[in-house]
């Protein structure tokens, strides 16, 4: 079964993808002008909207579900692996995905908004909707519908799980099977309440631990801050392979560094549109910037904090294509958790380890949420003509089965499993944004002409030429830009009103 995982995964995670995620990115980038960069006071003023409505929830919910999938084991065990098999230079590509697929996460957010649907009273949306309205391939968006649910349902949680799982027996002693009871109670709870109960749970839980790990890693760094400097340099010179005894890794490096960097901040993988279709917005592209904004939480903070961790404290280890050890710096400890435990414990004794193991619980359990969520969207979009009520209470029970089955199974088969489903999702999505960038363009373009006149924007995608928006139709953008501002009556057909 390892051999059959890892042939597969040499297939799907070919040269080909590295490359095209990294190009995908970059495209996107010179096509948006860089918006990264040049929104990113605007990213931070649309990310704290907390309006919501019975059908839809709030832009700073919708970014809380996406981080709650976007922050999870990845910045920790991912982390730790990404170093032990592509060196300290595998930090700097997983930065350049982050960076450059900031673009690729407002292309594939905003199309997720222009195409989303109402459906049994809830907004949905994600690239199963927008590959059939937007490129009219029904055949492409069931593929990517059932290959999400696959992935989402049955081959990632088990990633999660299983890094729950070690790290609790490694701090607690806690048997891994002890750890998956208790999972498939609490993920039973949150998950038969519904879209509305996952915000909730999101929006409280996902900035605390995120801004908890983030300050003690600061912690960490901050008592050995002379050392950052040589760190920042040995991560650069080793993503060219310019440090000694690193260069023999220079594509593993590139090749580690995206494939993490993918996993952990799912840029353009296709899974953040889901959670950016249900936000209660005026214009697609306001959700667009949001998430945007969320890769920068993901990997520049969270991802980088573990990794300056592990590299200030020397606690990981580096392995050569051939198995041979090239650096040994926490000799019998397995690339994962393990490395992040024994660095924090390092430096704060006695309160290190448990840390780690409590952070971890609530990054990789929020995400096994963020998982069902775009798990039951794409069965909501397979269901919308015939009905198969049956489809979600399967889902539900494999989403559960899943969760102990990994739990209790070697690191390496989870991790393997997971990353075929990350690949094959990636491989299907990206080329439907690139498929479908001219309305997401558009959308950029509508916005920033119409902020430059000083307007708070609202979407038609009519007077953009673009169709099957059926969502935005009845002066929709103005009845949410009513919702956006509290005491405010919605403006109906109304033109765009001055911003406040």
């Known amino acids: 079964m390892d051999d059959l995982v890892n042939a597969v995964n040499g297939v799907v995670w070919s040269p080909a993808l590295i490359y095209l995620c990294l ?28 309006q919501s409505s019975s059908s839809g929830v709030s832009s700073f919910q919708a970014l809380a579900m996406t981080l709650a999938g976007r922050v999870g084991t990845g910045n920790i065990a991912g982390v730790a692996t990404a170093i032990t098999f592509g060196g300290p230079g595998a930090m700097f590509w997983m930065w350049m995905v982050a960076f450059l697929g900031a673009s690729s996460a407002f292309v594939e957010s905003t199309l997720g908004q222009v195409y989303k649907e109402k459906i049994d009273g809830q907004y949905r949306g994600g690239p199963a909707f927008y590959i059939e309205k937007g490129l009219g391939q029904k055949w492409y968006a069931w593929l990517f519908a059932i290959t999400t649910v696959v992935a989402t349902g049955l081959l990632l949680p088990g990633i999660q799980s299983n890094s729950i799982a070690n790290s609790m027996q490694s701090a607690f002693g806690i048997a891994p099977s002890v750890s998956a009871a208790v999972l498939a109670i609490m993920l039973g709870f949150i998950i038969f309440g519904g879209v509305k109960r996952i915000a909730v749970f999101a929006g409280a839980v996902v900035p605390f631990m995120a801004l908890g790990y983030i300050i003690v890693a600061c912690v960490v760094i901050a008592l050995n801050i002379e050392q950052l400097p040589g760190v920042v340099a040995l991560i650069f010179k080793s993503a060219f392979g310019l440090e000694a005894g690193m260069g023999a890794i220079l594509g593993f490096a590139i090749q580690w560094g995206v494939k993490r ?32 904004f969320s890769v920068y939480i993901d990997t520049l903070f969270v991802c980088s904090a573990t990794a300056f961790m592990l590299l200030i404290t020397g606690q990981y280890n580096v392995q050569g294509p051939d198995g041979q050890a090239l650096y040994t710096g926490i000799a019998g400890v397995a690339a994962g958790p393990g490395y992040v435990q024994t660095a924090m414990e390092s430096i704060l004794p006695g309160f290190g380890s448990v840390f780690v193991a409590l952070a971890l619980f609530f990054f990789a359990f929020t995400t096994i949420i963020a998982y069902y969520y775009i798990a039951e969207t794409n069965v909501a979009y397979i269901n919308r003509k015939a009905q198969r009520p049956w489809l979600v209470f399967a889902l539900k029970i494999g989403l559960m089965a899943a969760t102990v089955y990994g739990a209790v199974k070697t690191a390496d088969m989870a991790w393997g499993l997971g990353d075929i489903g990350v690949g094959l999702m990636a491989w299907l999505n990206i080329v439907a944004i690139i498929l479908l960038r001219k309305p997401a363009l558009a959308c950029l373009k509508d916005y920033e002409a119409q902020q430059a006149q000083g307007l708070d924007p609202v979407f038609h995608p009519e007077r953009l030429g673009i169709a099957n928006a059926g969502y935005w139709s009845g002066g929709r953008a103005e009845l949410n830009q009513a919702a956006e501002r509290p005491g405010e009556q919605p403006a109906g057909e109304a033109a765009p009103v001055k911003a406040s």
């Open 23 to 50: 190009g995908v990115g970059l495209y996107f980038s010179v096509r948006t002008r860089f918006l990264q960069m040049r929104h990113f006071r605007e990213m931070l003023r649309l990310m704290f909207n907390r």
């Open 261 to 292: 960097g993918i996993y952990s901040n799912e840029a353009g993988q296709g899974t953040g549109p889901h959670a950016a279709s249900a936000a209660v917005v005026s214009h697609p592209a306001k959700q667009g910037l949001v998430q945007a």
